[in-house]
């Protein structure tokens, strides 16, 4: 015979009825997790199997696990469960009970069974046993040295929380006959002045060990009639492709093995509606931030070319979503049309646009955008949204915005200025190109006529005849007639005589 146990940790241990009950072990031939909300009487119990699908056991009834899990799950789907279960636990309840709480997850063959005990100052200890029913049996075993003798009374109840109530109901019934009310309680708890000086303090918070459950799903490319499926462990499909799509269903395989598309996300029934079948830990859709986007552009001639090819595939998003894709691929085309929009954000958001194009533009997006991460939410709460409607929208608010980033950026270029030539670029290009400047004289007078000693270097002084009046001299004048007269008459008289 085979006995393995497990330690539960116990969250509220102090109180009297704990909040969580939280168990994890590598055994009985596999991996053990256990998460139980006492109060809530629920519970999950999962064994995993090396390579092999979990097996899973529940209870809304307040019940322990009876026999080993049965049920088949998918190792993500079980670890989304346990998480699901011990996410948000109660609040903290009354610590009245002297004592903590403390107990093991059992295995014994194969078949698991949990034990819980707590001692009550040195009076006696609490057990709680369950049975291969799952019922649970509490036992007050009080000790004979603080009384006459040693005595032992059980009690059985279905759910865990009544079978602890009810125990403490025999701890205060057995403990009476030789003992105060306050000798099995806190004082803090039911004295309040003395509470005041001496408040109380609960116990540290334990770990979960739970934690360390993490199975991933394997997955599977398989053929069907109508083309090809990715199943998990238990033959859930995934996802569908085309006939001639068997290198897509193997890649999109190999993808979900590595735990790249994996996330506890989505409810069962949303799932089964995009056609991912009982896959209730898989994240349809990705959010828009996760999404990389490329560098804007910067080169007019490719600005150009990504505007017209994002316009061109927005365009054929919007076909596909019309037709019967819409509906049967519909998490496909949804992550599709969150890389458009991360490719449009950046087509729009080059330094070569500019203007009101590109202020519509970025309207345009930014609506884009919000249709997508508004059918992301609606999937993250477990609704239906529309998503052919959502497509469609998408489609043309990203049609519109690269058709508008094109024009502006072909605006922005004609009003950028060109860059301002160096010192040296332009003493070179004198040097090479330029010829020597040549004068060039304007057939137009100028007027008012220029100063003589502004005028040009090149240019003749003209002559000037000097006016006749009063700066005549007459005896000068004489003198100078005489002279000339004297002289032809010697010229004459030389002629005569010869």
Known sequence: MTIEKFRLNIVGADEDVPRLLLAYGRGCGGEVALVMRPRDNTAVLVHQGKKQPAKVWRTDLGLAPSHAPELDADPAAAVAELRKLKANPPPAGPATLKGKWAGHLHCDDGKPRMTLERRVASYGVLKLDSGPDGRWTATFERVGKWFSAAKSESIERSALAEAITAGMGLVVGLVSEACSFRDTRRRNTVDAAYAAQHPYSPPREPKDPTGRYQARSTFRAVELADGWAVVNDVGAVVAKFGKRDKGKATKHAAAL??????????????????????????????????IPAPASPSCPLSTANIASATEKEARALGELAQSLWGSTEAPDLLGRAGKLIRHAQSLVASPLCQGKEKTAALEDVRRAAGAYEQAFEAIKRGEKPDIVATLRRISERVSLAAARAAKSCAAGQQKLAKPPRSADEVAAGIARREKPPVAVVSM??????????MAAATEKPKRTRKPKGADVDPAKDKLLVDAFADAIKQAAAQMGGS
């Open 444 to 453: 137009q007078p100028a007027w008012p006529p220029a100063a003589p000693a």
């Open 257 to 290: 093995t590595r735990g790249k598309a994996a996330a506890a996300s989505v409810s069962a029934d949303v799932a089964t509606a995009f056609g991912l079948g009982a896959m209730p830990g898989l994240e349809v859709v990705p959010a828009l931030a996760s």
